[in-house]
């Protein structure tokens, strides 16, 4: 069965670094997304892009976050200077089509800020 | 806005005894709704959607749920449960035509020999 591949499965990062995590969506799947999880909290939506540009966005998204495609393959999420309260996992999300189709998701990365 | 409650954050069973993992939802507007499951060291798995159509939706493993709108409820259920089902239960809304899920906190089944 077809997968989303995260990686890697664990990062840690010194506060006020950048830190860019990994994604492989499925290959025909055409709108991608970016959830967190902080540790004991409910998963969160970050952004969702489709068409090569954001189509959604969250209030946690701010100007520290962009997301990008950078080839036909790869879906990243950057961080560009972490914070303690940054630590969460990370889950990559994909579907074919939008939300009612369901998404598929990636085992995640577990960011830790220190 | 949406929001979501799962109001039990562990459910311990014993094997082989039936289960409900309760869901209740707020929307100003009619919304999608999902549960996922969350195996260890793994990512979210879709379980079961409700979209339209007949309220009882039968997912994978075995897993139901009904949607009650007047309840505005959706809530899962499984009448013999296994040990392998021990993993925690993510419900999850979105109104058609948006992208963001709004998911409910979670619940831990913990299925006892």
């Known amino acids: 069965e077809p997968e989303v591949t995260q990686t890697p499965s664990h990062q840690v990062t010194q506060m006020g670094q950048e830190v860019i995590l990994r994604c492989v969506p499925i290959s025909n799947h055409l709108y991608f997304y970016w959830y967190r999880q902080i540790l004991g909290q409910k998963v969160e939506f970050l952004v969702s892009?489709?068409?090569?540009?954001?189509?959604?966005k969250s209030e946690i998204f701010d100007d520290q976050f962009s997301v990008e495609r950078p080839d036909g393959s790869n879906f990243t999420l950057k961080i560009r200077s972490t914070k303690l309260e940054d630590s969460a996992m990370y889950f990559c999300a994909s579907s074919e089509f939008p939300t009612g189709d369901g998404y598929t998701f990636g085992s995640g990365t577990r960011l830790t800020v220190v | 806005a949406q929001s979501v409650t799962q109001l039990d954050s562990q459910v311990p069973v014993f094997e082989e005894a039936p289960v409900e993992l309760r869901c209740n939802y707020s929307?100003?507007?009619?919304?999608?709704l999902f549960w996922y499951v969350q195996y260890p060291n793994q990512g979210l798995q879709l379980l079961l959607k409700y979209l339209s159509g007949s309220t009882l939706v039968k997912g994978i493993n075995g897993f139901e749920a009904e949607f009650n709108k007047s309840q505005t409820s959706f809530h899962l259920r499984k009448p013999s449960v296994h040990i392998s089902d021990t993993a925690e239960y993510f419900c999850?809304?979105?109104?058609?035509?948006?992208?963001?899920?709004?998911f409910g906190s979670g619940t831990r089944l913990q299925v006892q020999p």
């Open positions: 999850a809304v979105t109104p058609p035509g948006r992208r963001a899920l709004t």
């Open positions: 929307s100003s507007v009619s919304v999608y």
């Open positions: 892009f489709y068409n090569n540009e954001i189509s959604e």
